[in-house]
């Protein structure tokens, strides 16, 4: 079992590090549900080193240096503190894809009921008491859907689009996510605190199940019906955002989040390799470990004009290294 714990810089964009733990669980009193474990820093990742005299715990993927007072400090500041967990809704992307094939098919026939409108989406924007939050966002753009809205009707190309967002969106809330809004043929989905850290790891398995399910659940049954398969691009970012009313109450008025980290999910989401999942620098320094591995960083070129606030230097962007 993993936790962890974060730090952060103040800059223009807060900048988080996360740090993670393993467990030793110690003693488990089931009638008073407490557990009392040690945590120690996943050694897959750290290594204490000594500098100076001093003793530091040296991050090997940021390449950071952690003073032992910092991390003492830390173990004291979380005693007390409450421990979020938000595991996925589904055990198995793979099963859960398949069990939506017959579902998708019976979409794509015209055969699916007449559809209800809701929002949960302003309805959890609306209930929050701030007008600031972290989030996770999730931008995902279907690849090819252009050249489908060319090659079959108009009424079949709604169809498929419809099929497509549908089984796109129930995926997003069963990683606590919300959809925010859809581009035509795609999607903006937002992971919000409290758990900042946990939601890093919600969306990027999110995101990674989004693409099996184009690739494995949408893609088969559309070749089977006669055709096109599709494909996606995804982009993540993390960061504050605010949370604000737009609109007019006698057209339309709904809660949006409005910052940078919107529009930098999007653009990473753009530069993304067709079929892949790019991802911004901060949330790749808030994974897990595990997912950590499976990054690597991208050339973004010279026309990439993003700046780390902290840094100055080019904002670094990072995909997912698919076997």
């Not at 714990?5 to 110690?26: M, N, T």
């Not at 240096?65 to 409450?82: H, N, V």
């Not at 169809?159 to 859809?182: C, M, N």
Request: net charge negative.
């Amino acid at each position: 079992m993993d936790s962890s714990a974060d730090s952060s810089k103040s800059a223009e964009r807060q900048v988080r590090f996360r740090i993670d733990f393993v467990f030793e669980v110690r003693s488990l009193d089931d009638e008073k549900r407490i557990v009392t474990f040690l945590a120690k820093p996943n050694p897959r990742r750290y290594e204490w080193r000594s500098e100076g005299g001093k003793n530091y715990l040296y991050d090997k993927f940021d390449k950071l240096l952690f003073p032992e007072d910092i991390i003492a400090r830390l173990a004291e500041d979380s005693i007390g503190q409450p421990i979020y967990y938000q595991p996925p809704k589904i055990g198995d992307a793979a099963e859960y894809v398949q069990s939506r094939r017959p579902m998708i098919l019976s979409f794509l026939k015209g055969e699916q009921s007449p559809p209800t409108f809701a929002d949960p989406s302003d309805e959890f924007l609306g209930s929050l008491e701030t007008d600031k939050l972290e989030f996770v966002i999730l931008s995902l753009d279907l690849v090819g859907s252009t050249k489908l809205a060319t090659t079959v009707p108009a009424s079949e190309y709604s169809r498929l689009i419809q099929t497509a967002l549908f089984e796109i969106s129930d995926v997003v809330p069963l990683f606590h996510g919300h959809v925010l809004k859809y581009t035509g043929d795609g999607i903006i989905a937002y992971f919000p605190a409290p758990s900042f850290i946990t939601k890093n790891d919600l969306a990027l398995d999110c995101a990674l199940t989004l693409r099996r399910l184009v690739q494995d659940g949408l893609n088969p049954v559309l070749v089977e019906t006669g055709h096109e398969p599709i494909n996606v691009r995804i982009g993540l970012d993390s960061g504050e955002a605010a949370v604000v009313a737009i609109g007019s109450p006698t057209t339309k008025q709904h809660k949006d989040i409005i910052g940078a980290v919107i529009s930098l999910a999007c653009k990473i989401q753009s530069h993304a390799p067709v079929g892949g999942i790019a991802l911004g620098d901060v949330t790749v320094r808030n994974l897990h470990t595990g997912w950590r591995t499976i990054c690597c960083e991208m050339d973004m070129g010279q026309g990439w004009k993003y700046a780390d606030p902290e840094t100055g230097e080019p904002y670094r962007v990072h995909r997912i290294q698919f076997t």
